[in-house]
């Protein structure tokens, strides 16, 4: 599994870059293939690797620079999708700060 977040350091400084899963999100907008969307059901904005054809548009997009690309000719971006099929996200269990929490919001 790649990792999903990318963490800004400038020491002695860190911060997690994460998707906001936005109201309006401009990668979906964006999205030629249709591979990014919302979630109706949770709101999440999920990348379906299937449908992505690689051109990247979602990473040039998003306002926070959450998608994450290795960079090689043959990889496709990596989002945020809160470790679905998880409880807690990964990110939540492994903060060593406990400065990461997740809580429901209502819609």
Known sequence: MEPRIKVAQNRPLSMAIQCHHCTDPACVN???AGAMY???VTGYV???RAKCT???TCLATCPFRAVV???DVSSKPW???FCSGLDVPAC???CPNEA???EEVES
């Open 46 to 48: 999920v990348h379906d």
């Open 100 to 102: 990461l929490v997740l």
């Open 30 to 32: 964006a999205c030629l």
């Open 38 to 40: 919302k979630d109706e």
């Open 92 to 94: 939540v269990v492994n």
């Open 54 to 56: 690689g051109c990247l």
């Open 69 to 71: 690309y290795k960079g």
């Open 79 to 81: 989002k945020c999708d």
